[in-house]
Structure formats: structure tokens, C-alpha cells
């Protein structure tokens, strides 16, 4: 069996990632381990189980989300909460206990309800149109805040004095207050009348108790159940574990009695900012990196040999040429997010050099801050930058001017003026980024360490890179350029869109680059993983 200790905490804390349908998103659902749970899924290659540490009230719906419903789980907080339901449950806030002479008044995000006048509660709603939250108000301030479990109960509730969360309640499926954990000193309070959990051993669950009444943090509670769960299982399992601050904790209890994987993805967990972390990186059976530069990265802060060590993408390639060739704009991909100022500026005046030579080119700005008023913030910047270095401010796009009109209608013929060639793309989950790239001609990546998952994107959209040094899905001369001087991005810009012989032939080498890097062949891998792991 194979276990996956995932990294799905909100802002290192140990609660999901669930949002109000309405809210904007700010982050991605999608890491490392969404992949492998996916590629297992699938594929059936191997049973696998995902061991939840974090208080996960909508779980069913993240895998819903994901594609993998149906993926087996054990959850702590469940263990802790003794409950024993398994499937989401359809209900209604109608069916809650109400006072007789409430009304409620439906918005097109929430729904309030007002008693005798004044506001008395507001209904929050998930991605699904489930009840998630419900708030609860006296004389206009927050008194109190319900949260509901998927599955048809409130999971925990959080009382508020004056306004300021105090403490939260965690509750068992019937309602019984299992635990209490204030907020100012984090110390956690279990019920005496309710002092045992669920360890779960052959599908069968036992009840034991709680080993003290009082608790200095929650993560001390969650370690309890956690080892008690794991020393339970008598079963020789390889335990994936996600690399994040908060799974430390687990991988002290696991790294001496069973055989771990540590998954490193992105700059989630850097050892240089987490020296402990080199003692497990050590003792690990294994080591999956989502890519050839963390794995060089790993290998440099350990400062030693790291034989037991293979990138494995969590992106795999699904060839979609999109419709880039279809479009009368040429639009070309540019990621800014952490690309330094000095960077960012010549890269906009170079830019604007090749639109001034290609009147069918067009400037995407690529990012993934959700921050509402980024738009204009980068438009404006862009507007300045260009205009000190001679070009025409108005070739940025302006508020008021609309994307489409501006795709159809470049150039003002009547009045001989540049309308806005730069647009801005604002992508947070991997669909809306998937999306985007469809329409793209080209892409230009000036960081340090090109975008993961826009590479694999580009090679299954057989599209080119022009990037600044050579990676694994990107060959320069083939599918694109090494560019570290920013005079030549028009050059190499012309290369590729001033020829369809050119780009059609970037596609060839892109759709070849793209086969390494099929569910199979990431399967394959992890094959090469697992039998080692066997060996050993």
C-alpha cells in the first residue's frame, strides 16, 4: 500500500483550502501530490491511500473537484471527531433549527437571514452550492460562526467576543463538543465527557482515549492520533510525504519505522530556509523533485552525493495544438510573477520594439497573483516604461478599452493611433491557465527558473519558448531559444512569427520533447521508485 501525506493546509495552519463560490480565488488547488493521487487513480497501478492531517469539512468535494471521488482516505480530524459517515449528504439551510419569525432575504452571493429587523445570520455557500458557513450576528457583530461538514452536520463552530475569534469548538457528527482550542494561546481543552478518538485497524474502528485532558496545541493532539493510527497499521507501506513545515511533525514518527518518500514540489519547502529538513532528505528511502533544477537545487544545499534521488513532473503532457494558428493575432505569453525590475523593464521595451515591427502581434501579461487590482497596476507600469523609452504610452491597454474590440481592431485607421497591445491574464487554478495557453503563439519566460507547469503546457500546445536557459522541455534551436540578451527577443520573436515554416517545425520537436512526459511514462518512473523501494 501506499500512502500520500499531502500538503493541503490554508496558509500553514491546519485547515483546508475551501472558498465561498463568490470569493475570488487565490491559490491553486493543484501540487505534487494531486498529480500522483490522480496518476494512481487512473491508472489502478497501485492501491495508495491519502492520510489526512489538516480539519477537512468539504474533503468530498476537493476530490470531486480533482477527479478522484472515489480515492480512499483516512482522515485525523475524523479519527478525532469520531465520524464514522463517508458520503457527502445533500441539505438544506431551511432544515437548520431557525426561530419562528425569521426572515430570509436571498442576495446573488449569500443568503441573510434578519430576525425582528436586525441581521441575524448570513449563509455561505461553496463551489458545489452546498451550505459551508453560516455566521451568526448580534446588533450587527459576528457572534458566532457555524461550519459545515459536506456530509450533513456542523464539523466546528467559532465563538467570537466583540467581533474577535476566541475560541473554536470541534464537534462529533451528533453534535457533542469534542474539543476546545482558544485562539490567543493555541492550548487545547477535549471534553472529559468525550475524551476518546477513532483508530482505525482492518477497516474496523476502535475507540481510544485520549492520553491527557489538556493539550498545549493542536498539533500535539494531531500527532497523538496521527502515531496511534500509523503504529496501528501493521502493513509493510511506503508513506509519500509532501515536503511542507507542517509535515515534519509526522515524518519524525514515520522516518524510523517505515519506508518514506519525500516529495519536493517548487519552493514550497526550501532546505535552505529549513536546515532540519536535511536530517530526513538523509534517511529518506527516496526522493521525487517535480523537476531537473530542484533536483539540482537539493543536491547543492546538501553539499553531498544524493544517489536516491529522480524528477518526476506532476504535470504530465496530452497533446491540445489549440488554436493559436486559427487566430489573426499573434499573442505571445509573457509570465512576470518574481521576474526582477530590471528584468520586467527591459522586457516591456523590448516588447514593445517587436509590436512596433509585427502589427499582428499582441503582449499577454501572464500571472498568477489574484490581487483584484493587478491589472491595471502592471498596465500602468507598462504604460510608463514604454513611454520613457520613446514608444507610444496608448499601446498598453487602458480601463476603459476592451480586450476583444482591442484583438479585432489593433489600429485605428481613421485616426492613424495605436490602440492597447498589452493585455493582462490573471490565471490562479490550472484550468483558467490551461485555458490561456490555447491561444497563444509563442511564450517568452525571463525568470531564473521558467513556470513548471506553463513549459509542460507550451510542449502539449506544440508551441515555442524563449526562455533563458535551456530545461528539459524546452531545446534551444529546436522547440525554441536560449535568450539572455533582451535586444535579441525581437530577433528571436521574428524567428518564429515572421515564419509558419519555422514555428510549424518548432511544433514537430515540441510534440517529440512532449512523449517523455506522458502518464506513462511518469508511471514508469515511479515504477523505478517503488521497486527499489521493494529491494531495499
Known sequence: M?????????????????????????????????????????????????????????????????????????????????????????????????????????????????????????????????????????????????????????????????????????????????????????????????NTYLVTNDENDEAKTFSKLRYDSLSEVIMEVFEAHVLTDEEDGVYCVAMHELNIMPLKTLMDKKRCILSFYGDRYRIKDHPEGKVFVKKAGYIITDSEATTRYLKREMEEEIDNVIDISPYDSRMDFGISEQLTVQKILVPVDDLPEDRFRSLMIALAQYLCENEKAMVHIFTRNAQFDLPEILINKIATIIEEAGFDPKMALGEDENEDDAENKMVDESENEVLGRFVVEQCVDELSVSKCIREQRIMIDMRHNPDLYLQINCISSAIPQIVRRETQYMQNGYNGFVVTDFERIPVALDYFLGSLANWNQAKVYSYEISQKFTTRNLLKKWEQVQKTLEIE
Open 2 to 194: 501506499l500512502y500520500f501525506i499531502p500538503a493541503w493546509y490554508q496558509q500553514n495552519t491546519w485547515k483546508e483550502l475551501e472558498q465561498n463560490w463568490h470569493t475570488r480565488r487565490m491559490h491553486t488547488e493543484f501540487d505534487d501530490t494531486v498529480k500522483q493521487v490522480q496518476m494512481f487513480h487512473r491508472s489502478g497501478m497501485r492501491e495508495f491511500k491519502i492520510l489526512l492531517l489538516s480539519h477537512t469539512p468539504n474533503f468530498r468535494h476537493f476530490l470531486h473537484r480533482q477527479g478522484v471521488y472515489h480515492a480512499r482516505y483516512w482522515s485525523c480530524f475524523d479519527a478525532i471527531q469520531e465520524v464514522k459517515r463517508k458520503k457527502a449528504q445533500v441539505f438544506s439551510f431551511h432544515n437548520l433549527d431557525w426561530p419562528k419569525n425569521v426572515e430570509f432575504v436571498y442576495t446573488p452571493y449569500v443568503v441573510l437571514a434578519f430576525l425582528n429587523g436586525e441581521k441575524y445570520a448570513q449563509i455561505n455557500f461553496g463551489e458545489a452550492g452546498n451550505p459551508i458557513e453560516v455566521s451568526m450576528y448580534k446588533k450587527d457583530v459576528l457572534v458566532r460562526r457555524n461550519i459545515y461538514d459536506d456530509r450533513g452536520f456542523v464539523s466546528a463552530t467559532e465563538l467570537y467576543e466583540d467581533g474577535v475569534i476566541a475560541y473554536t469548538d470541534y464537534l462529533t457528527e451528533k453534535g457533542v463538543v469534542k474539543m476546545r482550542v482558544y485562539q490567543d494561546t493555541g492550548i487545547v481543552d477535549i471534553n472529559p465527557k468525550s
